[in-house]
């Protein structure tokens, strides 16, 4: 475990100091020698190969070579002075250029000597050439191959960083010296049968060789056992809390499937269940029986069928003499649910109630006094029913949609709605990476919808550009002629609102020119409406009195009109990857052949591009939500912010999927055995837990 000597402030490394111990902090969030330790290289330039000249490409990075220096000679005058040295091998010629530090670097360069030249290779008229490059003098003597050609760390700095001489070979420096010294204060944090049981490196050289290591199998194994260590700590964390919360908390017993359910499920359910939903259906039946309270994550693509699964879950807690709540994280969302549901159970059968910000005070009176008295049975609303003026009678079951634009906090909130607290089922909008999965909701329970309801057609998606935009046209039309109806979605993202509003403007006028009256009806939606005109726009195109709908991006989440069979997204290419993804689960919903077509600007990216072609290619959310991590990284995907995939050193949710279940089976299999990590062989383990969650108290609950 870390000892108390790596908790000291950075300043008092040797060579840091004040004012570069400040920039670190500012820069690189370095406060102290263990998080120094752990600013581990990003990269790793291989130096144990050199290239021939000839053999130099535009677009490599730093590469080796090893020359004779043939010239050298200083030109220019003042600002534009600079030190050219011409070298050349069997192969071709270099040129070496420094436009700073001239005069020292000249002196200690001798024409005819071979040098190891180290640099990032750019053309300049055709001809090879490097800007300031590392210079070392070559003995033909076998030692000096030996003592440098390894692999060199490379470190992530910042220009701030850079004024106090910390480029990356400064702060390679820095950890030279923080293991030079403290090394040996350095302490294994991992009982001996794991690391005996996955052929651990040990942690003082794990974390001597992530910096410094002399080949690439060494490097392979530190960076395996840190990766390990780093997501099995925060494995134990997550099962921890999950334990701890189970011991803590009883759950309400549901153990009737009473009249409710029953008749809902025989006489009105208008389709029967997939399979997936009936499993789905089967492991919440199991939770919400065994006494402790159930903390489940729902995961299932666009159009699985979710809703239904919530709602049968909150006819068993109605069965069973309980309230449910269901929320969402907007309006339009809130309301479309409360009309699924009300669709779904005709009037007289349960009390179904919405609140949202926009519902007048009387009738937000009646909902408390109705929920207090325990007459009403479901509510549904967005934050609003998170207040404290929001009072249940016996809340048993609480769904949250779209979770990953709620925090943890919300979560907890309205656990404290009811003395015993309720069963929460998590819906997610779109599927998420296993590996984050893992980490982020590490103390749920997981259960996945990976089918479609039967008889769906599979969206099909095009990708067209700006030129192609007629065949657009033309295609809206034929299929509006066919009595379907179409969303165009704009883009609206806040940095650039004005812009934005222009395309939505422009967009507007295009379509309405386009599509004119009394022939089409548009409805148009976009955040500066009010709540009232978006809805009652909503309204319009939910009843079938509008063909097109034109909207940014406030259509993204739920809304559900099975007629629509096309959703054209503008600019397609400067959308994420799951936020085209659930634009395009708005289509499909009905029994018709669904179209998506992505317009973009001819001239894109290549993530842009990577982003469009996957969305041609397939309609999986799983795997379109592996890719999505893959282009931006597991910090960038929503919801990650708060859930300490950030605070990852080592391991990487990208590429570590295996590493991490492992991780997590051993916490499992240890926490079975040994609940209270009290047997003499997880002493360790038990220490270095405590040390690591900052003396957190061992019954508190995040
Ligand atoms: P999501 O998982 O995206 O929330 P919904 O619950 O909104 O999906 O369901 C999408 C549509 O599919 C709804 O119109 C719903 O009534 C319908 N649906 C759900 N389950 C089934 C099923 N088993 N068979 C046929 N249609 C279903
Ligand atoms: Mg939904």
Known sequence: MESKQFQTPIEYLKGVGVSRAEALKKELQIYSFDDLLKHYPYKYIDRTRFYKIKDIQPDMPYVQVLARVTQKEILGEKHSKRLIVQAKDETGFLELAWFQGIRWIEKTIIPGKVYIIFGKPGFFNGKAQMSHPELELYFSGANQQKGNLTLQPAYNSTEKLKQFSLDSKGIQKLIATLLEQHAKDIHENLPLYIINRYRLMNRQEACRYIHFPDNSNQLKEAQYRLKFEELFFLQLKLLKNKLLRTQKFKGNIFDKVGNYFNEFYQHKLPFPLTNAQKRVLKEIRQDTQRGVQ??????????????????????????????????????????????????????????????????????????????????????????????????????????????????????????????????????????????????????????????????RKPIQTIHFYEAQRLRMFGFMKQEIAKGRQVYVVYPLIKESEKLDLKNLDDGIETMSREFPKPQYQLSIVHGKLKASEKEYEMQRFIKGETQIMVATTVIEVGVNVPNASVMIIENAERFGLSQLHQLRGRVGRGAEQSYCILMSKEKLSNDGRIRLNTMVKTNNGFEIAEIDMQLRGPGNIEGTQQSGVLDLKAADLTTDYEILTQARNLVIEIFEKDPHLAAPENQLLNQAFQQKNGGLSWDKIS
Request: proline residues 4%.
């Open 294 to 455: 159930m903390n489940r994550l729902l995961q299932g693509d666009v159009g699985s069928g979710k809703t239904v699964v919530a709602l049968m879950c909150m006819l068993l807690a109605i069965d069973n003499g309980f309230q449910a709540c269901i929320m969402a994280p907007t309006e339009i969302l809130a309301t479309q649910h409360y009309e699924t549901i009300k669709s779904l159970v005709d009037d007289g059968f349960i009390e179904v109630a919405l609140l949202t910000g926009s519902v007048p005070q009387k009738a937000r009176k009646a909902i408390h006094h109705q929920l207090e008295d325990g007459s009403l049975h479901i509510l549904v609303g967005t934050h609003a029913l998170i207040e404290d003026k929001v009072q249940y009678k016996n809340l048993g079951f609480v769904v949250i949609d779209e979770q990953h634009r709620f925090g943890v906090e919300q979560r907890a909130k309205l656990w404290r709605k009811n003395i015993v607290p309720p069963h929460v089922l998590v819906m997610t909008a779109t599927p998420i990476p296993r590996t984050l999965a893992m980490t982020m909701y590490g103390d749920l329970d997981i259960s996945v919808i990976d089918e479609l309801p039967a008889g």
